[in-house]
């Protein structure tokens, strides 16, 4: 439950210093954030198989019931680091192979996804420090470096060097700004 301390504390630092309770309340991203992490450490016990897939079960109802209050899909085997913030609810949909780093923020509509054929074929890589921007889609096996910025309404197809912000369908750098100003 590390990790999703973390993520109340970005929460907090957003918020003006909100109760802890307040947040868990009242914003939604907390609410699939922490299904998820619950799911996830269940996903990664060393728990009894038997034991393991019964509590993944109650998990997974757990979190189809957030989905549809929501709007946001989280697959508890989905590696996602520690401080992570949904600025807004819904349309958030995160593969079950996604990997993303710690410290990143995500806006509502926000896909990262599987694209590709044959050897293309995969689920993005994201690094840290990453700001995903309004209605963004990331798709296929590509890496989005660390202090990247993802501009809103942008398709990125291609991997993304560290340090650059990126904009367009499909998206293209723009500029070396990090994600500084954004986390």
């Not at 109760?19 to 914003?27: D, E, K």
């Not at 509502?108 to 996804?113: A, H, L, M, P």
């Not at 501009?151 to 291609?158: E, F, H, Q, Y």
Request: net charge positive; glycine share 10%; aromatic share 8%.
């Amino acid at each position: 439950m590390g990790k999703f301390y973390s993520d109340i504390k970005k929460y907090k630092k957003y918020s003006g210093n909100k109760l802890a309770i307040v947040l868990v309340l009242s914003h939604q991203g907390l609410w699939a954030l922490c299904v998820y992490r619950i799911s996830n450490s269940i996903y990664n016990s060393r728990t009894p198989r038997f034991i393991k897939q019964l509590l993944l079960v109650f998990a997974v109802i757990w979190q189809k019931i957030i989905e549809i209050l929501t709007g946001i899909s989280i697959s508890y085997t989905a590696q996602i680091g520690s401080g992570f913030y949904i600025g807004h609810f819904g349309g958030i949909i995160i593969n079950a192979s996604a990997i993303i780093g710690d410290n990143c923020n995500i806006s509502q509509g926000v896909t990262i996804g599987v694209s590709g054929r044959g050897e293309k074929r995969g689920v993005p890589v994201i690094g840290d420090n990453v700001y995903i921007g309004a209605n963004a889609v990331i798709v296929g096996k590509i890496v989005l470096g660390d202090n990247c910025v993802v501009a809103a309404n942008s398709l990125v197809v291609s991997s993304v060097e560290p340090n650059a912000t990126v904009m367009g369908v499909p998206a293209i750098v723009i500029n070396n700004n990090t994600s500084k100003d954004y986390i």
